[in-house]
């Protein structure tokens, strides 16, 4: 969510982009309540304020970014990004292969010619490793493939797999013969 933040701050190429953007933030906060009671962090269903998320919410409504921003860096300190098997080991052979492999598959279909002019556009993979932080990266790959009813999916992966895509992508395809 602090990526799309992020980049609706930056001013999206588009406005149906932004659109798209609050629209994915919206539906995060409304899945985020139930993540948060999974992980412990809200015991009881009926809290109403679980973590400070209607505020949240609110605050998305109404524009306020810095509010949005402030309330998901209190979350994040509260509840950090634990990637801890999808960063560890390295490139392998054995992960970049599968990575490549996983990649051709699953993702190549969409990613490799985003359409620049939807709502959510399926960005370019090795472009987003280059240009995000690694932990972000690695948890939009764990987050998978999100947008409308169309392409909406769990992810299926694996912590493994999962490395192996994120291997692939920062190695920009290289996997010992087989590029994207």
């Known amino acids: 969510m602090a990526g799309d933040l992020r980049r609706l701050q930056s001013r999206p190429e588009s406005a149906l982009q932004a659109e798209g953007l609050r629209a994915r933030m919206a539906g995060a906060l409304s899945s985020l309540p139930l993540l948060l009671r999974r992980a412990g962090a809200c015991p009881r269903p009926s809290a109403g304020d679980c973590a400070g998320i209607p505020a949240l919410r609110a605050a998305l409504a109404r524009g306020d970014l810095s509010a949005v921003a402030r309330g998901l860096e209190a979350l994040r300190r509260k509840h950090p990004f634990d990637a801890g098997q999808i960063l ?17 598959q699953v993702c190549a279909g969409c990613h490799d010619a ?17 240009r995000l932080p690694r932990e972000e990266f690695a948890a939009r790959l764990l987050l998978g493939v999100r947008g409308d009813r169309g392409t909406s999916w769990r992810n299926p992966f694996s912590d493994l797999e999962l490395a192996a895509l994120l291997a692939h992508y920062e190695t920009g395809g ?5 590029q994207r």
């Open 174 to 178: 290289g996997d010992g013969g087989a």
């Open 88 to 104: 560890a080991g390295g490139a392998t052979p054995e992960r970049l292969r599968l990575g490549a492999a996983l990649h051709r």
């Open 114 to 130: 985003p359409a620049a002019d939807a709502a959510l556009p399926a960005r370019d993979l090795f472009e987003e490793a280059r």
